[in-house]
């Protein structure tokens, strides 16, 4: 079995972006897999995939420092406990506001959780796609994509990074970015289950 979650904060799209997901998968297993090619088909879509919205990963600002650690704490167990099955992370982040929210937080004593929870995943050995969403209402698109790479580590251009930030606009169905970032990590995968038999 094969399984995405999705985690992030509340109001970037989650839901929205899950209907689509969903919506697309659902269509998929309904109608002949692997033959239609309309923009956001999952051809690579098996009838045991799955995508978990994590829910309560979301809300992590405004709430506790110790309720933060306990979020986190589930998190890492549902991943570990999970790890078989986990093909993916999606991390999704509203692309209009993320820049900001992310300068707004960093501090000598303090990494906003989007960033943490990036560098969190990938230590947990999670491939993460950062799914940067509401790209509709984002004129300096490259710009923007560039300093979100420069926030997590990752040496812009993003262009560079196509496997690992996906711009997307969910409500508008342009999820094409994200579908091809998770094919190349299922592919990837498939390749580290054969090999593992060789
Ligand atoms: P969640 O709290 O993360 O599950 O977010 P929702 O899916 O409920 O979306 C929050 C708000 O953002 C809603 O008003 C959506 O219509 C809006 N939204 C979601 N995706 C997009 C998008 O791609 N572009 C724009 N402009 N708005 C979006």
Redesign the pocket.
């Known amino acids: 079995r094969e399984e995405v979650v999705l985690v ?12 689509e997901l969903t919506g697309h998968s659902k269509f998929t297993t309904g109608g002949k897999p692997g033959v239609t090619r309309s923009p956001n088909h999952f051809d690579w879509t098996s009838e045991n995939f799955m995508f978990t919205d994590l829910p309560g990963f ?1 809300f992590m600002s405004g709430v506790e420092e110790e309720r933060r650690e306990q979020i986190k704490t589930d998190l890492v167990r549902y991943i570990e406990s999970n790890a078989d099955d986990v093909l993916a992370a999606v991390l ?1 982040v ?1 692309g ?1 506001s993320v820049i900001d929210i992310i300068d707004r937080h960093s501090g000598p004593d303090e990494i906003p959780h989007d960033v943490e929870l990036f560098h969190f995943l990938w230590d947990l050995d999670v491939p993460t796609i950062v799914a940067v ?5 984002v004129d300096d698109r490259d710009e923007r994509l560039d300093d979100l790479c420069d926030r997590l580590g990752l040496h812009p251009p993003w262009k560079q990074w196509r496997e690992t930030i996906a711009p ?5 169905g ?1 999820i094409d970015a994200l579908n091809e970032a998770l094919r190349t990590r299922f592919h990837e995968q498939k390749r580290d289950d054969l090999l593992k038999f060789v």
């Open positions: 992030g904060r509340s109001n970037v799209g989650k839901s929205t972006l899950m209907r979301g999704v509203d209009k969403n509401k790209m509709d209402k997307i606009s969910a409500k508008r342009d």
